[in-house]
């Protein structure tokens, strides 16, 4: 008689505990245990508890390959969904055996675990094993499919899909409500006392393993509805109306006053700040360096002369590299919307700036369209004040369309969305890229899917709030991704492209160099520990189909993005998963705002020792970068705190 010894953890999160049974069977080299329900005296599975069991065999297993989870109906009660964090096995030798789960398991079913050992596939060599990979990849394929949101766009999940998945998907991991009839519109909404529509049954079909968690729930719901009410209180959701005065817009910031927004109402106006803005705003990807000018924005040195000086010229400063460009061209054929039966207006500026001798970089000159001429007048500094601050506040409007359309949802959210659906459809739990990318995947399948019901759908906030409405957002995102390129997606490539390397005061390059470094550094170690040599990358069929289908899916098979569609050296692999590690984190970070942690790994995925400790330097890299941030920012009039590794989400998740 073989005695093992089984330690099953639940969870610690709000009703992750189960009343259903629980039974496990171990499968092994030489043999499989019977099935055996786990049972003790009074309840089993609470949350946060650890429970100890005895499996007997008649004979020991050899070396245990799987374990199996069953889950049934106990008596008369309803069936519930369980969070199983892990299950730890110890064979009758001592040998210990770790099993991660880290899911919730819903409705009846069986569920097969694996060791914590991260196998790529051509580690194993055991046709059981290989059989798992083969099942588990089916199963999750047949739960998470794609759909094309709208032509041009990188694709996102089919939240119809997640329908009955019970007894007989040992890898479908949910029940969920019925499917809608993808013909009826009627779900798309007013919510009562708001004049934007919500798709309320797209947010009912959402599989519990990428859903937001109660904690997670509840703090967004803490922010966001006193927000909302707020705005709704004080009439500016339903505001039809201009402004009377500038002074009005202090009213956004009543309750949610910040040293940003303190600083920004005290100097929006000025120039500097103007500039400033460029490098370490929401949106500071937008500046490029001249050696000569575009023939579409023909500025002349003496219309710049009274501000650069005596001492230089237009074409002396183009040769130093100080003459920076932001152009809004691709604004040029956006669709316009209608307000409140009011024609609203886009204009695609060319904004021109110079990085004076002080190390400020100030606007320079300012054309609002792309086509220069009598109707396309040049704005400057020696204007009237009034002509010139409405010139730099039309190219503000231009940067927030681009900046929330392009920037920040295209270019993190979606993008990320493709990484998270290419991941859990081509990786197994097992594979060492799976473990790694995980926690830079959380919650973003969610949060895509509520923008999608209640930003981007007809009617919805973008349809109200902006001045491209949701066709004008199409256009937008569908032409921005047809010329997105691997060296936009890689920091070192893009600032370096678009020359930007010597740009004093540049936080977000210099954070984000330092942070990308970071991310290289580990994934280096992580790589080369699982991918020895190039022929390991080259045949490992789950890394390609995983890469190939991020190319098809996400940049939509186009070969002029320089995206690979294939992978040949561990080189390439640390460059393609530093790129979208940091994009999943920090860059989404600089562009929105951050809440969870870089470098959190709380589930233990990852059981070998050296995975773990290049956690642990990554970790403690991260606080040193956080704590050369901090020590800068303690002489900066404005500091700047959106790459602080702390403050960086781990994932797009908001």
Request: with cysteine.
């Amino acid at each position: 008689m073989a005695v093992y010894r089984v330690y099953v953890t639940t969870g610690p999160y709000l009703r992750a505990g189960t009343l259903d049974n629980i039974s496990v069977t171990l499968v092994g080299t030489c043999g499989e245990s019977p099935k055996q329900l786990l049972d003790r005296l009074g309840r089993d599975f609470a949350p946060g508890s650890v429970q100890k069991y005895k499996v007997r065999c008649s004979a020991e297993l050899g070396e245990v390959l799987l374990l199996r989870l069953h889950k049934e109906r106990y008596a008369f009660f309803p069936k519930d969904s369980w969070y199983c964090s892990c299950v730890c096995v110890t064979a009758p030798d001592g040998t210990h055996s770790h099993f991660p789960c880290y899911q919730w398991v819903a409705g009846y079913c069986t569920l097969e675990l694996r060791p914590g050992a991260a196998k790529t596939i051509c580690q194993d060599s055991l046709p059981l094993l290989l059989d798992h990979r083969k099942r588990e990849l089916q199963g999750r394929q047949e739960c998470y499919r794609w759909k094309v949101y709208a032509p041009g766009f990188p694709g996102m999940i089919d939240v119809g899909s997640f329908e009955e998945m019970e007894t007989d998907k040992k890898f479908a991991l949910t029940k969920m409500m019925p499917r809608a009839d993808p013909g009826d519109s009627s779900g798309n909404r007013y919510l009562p006392g708001f004049t934007m529509k919500i798709d309320f049954p797209s947010l009912m079909h959402m599989e519990p393993n990428i859903r937001y968690s109660a904690t997670k729930t509840a703090s967004l719901l803490f922010n966001a509805i006193p927000a909302s009410l707020g705005m709704k209180l004080r009439g500016l959701l339903d505001r039809k109306g201009s402004w009377k005065k500038l002074d009005d817009i202090r009213n956004i910031f009543w309750c949610h006053k910040t040293v940003i927004s303190e600083y920004v109402m005290e100097h929006w106006c000025e120039d500097p700040f103007f500039g400033y803005q460029y490098l370490n705003g929401v949106n500071p990807v937008m500046l490029h360096c001249l050696s000569s000018l575009p023939s579409k924005l023909p500025i002349t040195n003496d219309m710049v002369a009274p501000l650069l000086g005596p001492n230089t010229c237009l074409q002396m400063e183009l040769e130093r590299g100080n003459i920076f460009l932001a152009d809004y061209w691709i604004l040029a054929e956006a669709p316009v919307h209608c307000l409140n039966d009011r024609p609203q207006y886009v204009a695609a500026p060319l904004c021109l700036l110079w990085l004076n001798p002080q190390g400020a970089l100030v606007p320079l000159a300012i054309q609002l369209s792309q086509t220069p001429g009598p109707d396309s007048p040049i704005f400057l500094p020696t204007d009237s004040y009034w002509d010139w601050l409405l010139a730099k506040t039309w190219v503000r409007n231009s940067e927030f369309l681009v900046h929330e359309n392009n920037t920040h949802f295209l270019c993190t959210h979606l993008l990320c969305e493709a990484f998270a659906m290419a991941t859990l459809r081509q990786l197994p739990l097992c594979h060492p890229i799976y473990k790694l990318l995980l926690p830079h995947t959380r919650y973003t399948l969610q949060v895509n899917t509520i923008a999608r019901a209640t930003l981007l759908n007809p009617e919805g906030l973008v349809d109200k709030v902006t001045s491209v409405g949701r066709q004008g957002l199409l256009y937008l995102m569908s032409t921005a991704l047809a010329h997105f390129t691997y060296t936009d997606f890689c920091l070192p490539d893009s600032v370096r492209a678009r020359g930007v390397l010597a740009i004093p005061n540049y936080h977000y390059r210099d954070d984000g160099l330092k942070i990308w470094a970071a991310i290289e550094s580990f994934v280096s170690e992580i790589v080369g520990y699982y991918y020895p040599s190039d022929a390991s990358v080259q045949q490992d069929s789950e890394l390609q189909a995983w890469v190939g289908e991020i190319f098809a899916w996400a940049f939509l098979g186009r070969e002029s993005s320089g995206f690979p569609r294939r992978l040949c050296t561990p080189g390439e692999l640390v460059k393609f998963l530093t790129a979208i590690i940091f994009n999943c984190s920090a860059q989404h970070a600089a562009v929105n705002s951050g809440q969870r942690p870089l470098g959190t790994y709380p589930d233990e995925h990852f059981t070998e020792e050296a995975p773990r400790r290049s956690i642990a330097a990554f970790q403690n890299r991260l606080a040193q970068i956080s704590q050369e941030i901090r020590e800068r920012n303690q002489g900066l009039e404005l500091p700047y705190t959106y790459l602080d590794p702390p403050l960086i989400e781990n994932s797009v998740s908001i």
